[in-house]
């Protein structure tokens, strides 16, 4: 089972999971993330840039040992204390196992103890249903909400964007 979130390691069975993961149409769209077709290469520098970069933190989640989705703090804001938090299971068979919950807890601890900081906030399709149940049964409340904010690139429809946020 997960035990802890843990560095993404660029192996070739990792990297060719982001770069699937990059390219579903499906993902993407829960995620407001348009999709790309990477080479391995260009897959490799993602992860790298996103291991550099100073204002985020960016974790595998892990099930026995196989990269199944990744977690991130983005838009680390030190003098604010307060950030992103995100996260995505790639692969639908480990949907629903309680990784989100896992991995949400343990991204709130690295928020609080390694970047010390008080506030996540969260931004989640309104049809992402699991998503937003998933951060409301963690304690996140509703913040705000972007009316026809995001055009569905599976269906076409303009969806609103919650905004969820917990202190920590």
Request: aromatic residues 8%; charged residues 30%; hydrophobic residues 40%.
């Amino acid at each position: 089972m997960l035990k802890e979130l843990g560095e993404i390691k660029p192996s070739d069975i990792n990297i060719e999971k982001l770069k699937n993961w990059k390219a579903d149409r499906n993902l993407c769209d829960l995620i407001m993330s348009k999709p790309v077709t990477l080479s391995k290469d260009e897959t490799r520098e993602w992860l790298r840039r996103n291991q550099a970069d100073e204002n985020q933190e960016i974790k595998g989640l892990f099930l026995n040992g196989e990269l199944v989705g990744v977690a991130r703090l983005m838009f680390i804001n030190s003098e604010d204390s307060l950030a992103e938090i995100g996260l995505y299971i790639g692969g639908e068979n480990t949907r629903g196992l309680g990784l989100g919950t896992l991995a949400l807890s343990q991204l709130e601890e690295i928020a609080r103890d390694k970047w010390r900081l008080n506030k996540l906030y969260a931004r989640i399709l309104d049809s992402n249903i699991s998503s937003v149940m998933l951060f409301k049964g963690q304690g996140y409340s509703r913040e705000g909400l972007l009316r026809s904010h995001y055009r569905s690139i599976i269906t076409s429809k303009w969806n609103d964007i919650i905004y969820l946020a917990k202190f920590i």
